[in-house]
T-cell receptor
Framework: GEDVEQSLFLSVREGDSSVINCTYT??????LYWYKQEPGAGLQLLTYIFSNMDMKQDQRLTVLLNKKDKHLSLRIADTQTGDSAIYFC??????????FGAGTTVTVRA | GAVVSQHPSRVICKSGTSVKIECRSL??????MFWYRQFPKQSLMLMAT?????????EQGVEKDKFLINHASLTLSTLTVTSAHPEDSSFYIC???????????FGEGSWLTVV
């Protein structure tokens, strides 16, 4: 995922909001994705946003997209211990290939 | 429930042997499936694109003779790691694109350990 960049670590207190940032390079990506991976588990699609949207909200999750700056963020409200995981952002090419960021490890502390 | 199933979810094999991983779309047809690999504490990297009825397309640096991909039907793609070595130990995950082209589903992934 050298074309998709994320910060590697985020530590947040339980109950606070988490914000994970991502920059991408392919301006033609029609969708941008956020995946969650818990230790020893597979990938879970958290949410996605269509490229002509600025924001998408889904319960505790809010995705913001700034196409001009190619910046994507994921906000998790009221972060819980079960939110501790690695979060990947991904962009999709015209031929459906996903390019992933390196992943942000979110640690929720009590 | 899962719409893309991978099997086995975990496998341990001896060095030098071959191991096959299946990726199956359960309730939809997928002309295209993708295989990704994830080394510990790293991101997912695309290995190859599997197209039903034709040869797979491999990404640069991926050995096609070592990672054999077969996509014999619209619901099944297989990845065979041949003559496995400990450095092949990794998390392998597939994704499938629905015929409409606007939905991508991931399998649960397969953990391969070569001893």
């Amino acid at each position: 995922g050298e074309d998709v960049e994320q910060s590697l670590f985020l530590s947040v207190r339980e109950g606070d909001s988490s914000v994970i940032n991502c920059t991408y390079t392919d301006s033609s990506s029609t969708y941008l994705y956020w995946y969650k991976q818990e230790p020893g588990a597979g990938l879970q699609l958290l949410t996605y946003i269509f490229s002509n949207m600025d924001m998408k909200q889904d319960q505790r999750l809010t995705v913001l997209l700034n196409k001009k700056d190619k910046h994507l963020s994921l906000r998790i409200a009221d972060t819980q211990t079960g939110d501790s995981a690695i979060y990947f952002c991904a962009e999709i090419s015209n031929d459906y290939k996903l390019s992933f960021g390196a992943g942000t490890t979110v640690t929720v502390r009590a | 429930g899962a719409v893309v199933s991978q099997h086995p979810s975990r496998v341990i094999c001896k060095s030098g042997t071959s191991v096959k991983i299946e990726c199956r779309s359960l309730d939809f047809q997928a002309t295209t499936m993708f295989w990704y690999r994830q080394f510990p504490k790293q991101s997912l990297m695309l290995m190859a694109t599997s197209n039903e009825g034709s040869k797979a397309t491999y990404e640069q640096g991926v050995e096609k003779d070592k990672f054999l991909i077969n996509h014999a039907s619209l619901t099944l793609s297989t990845l065979t790691v041949t003559s496995a070595h400990p450095e092949d130990s990794s998390f392998y995950i597939c994704s499938a694109v629905g015929l409409s082209g606007n939905t991508i589903y991931f399998g649960e992934g397969s953990w391969l350990t070569v001893v």
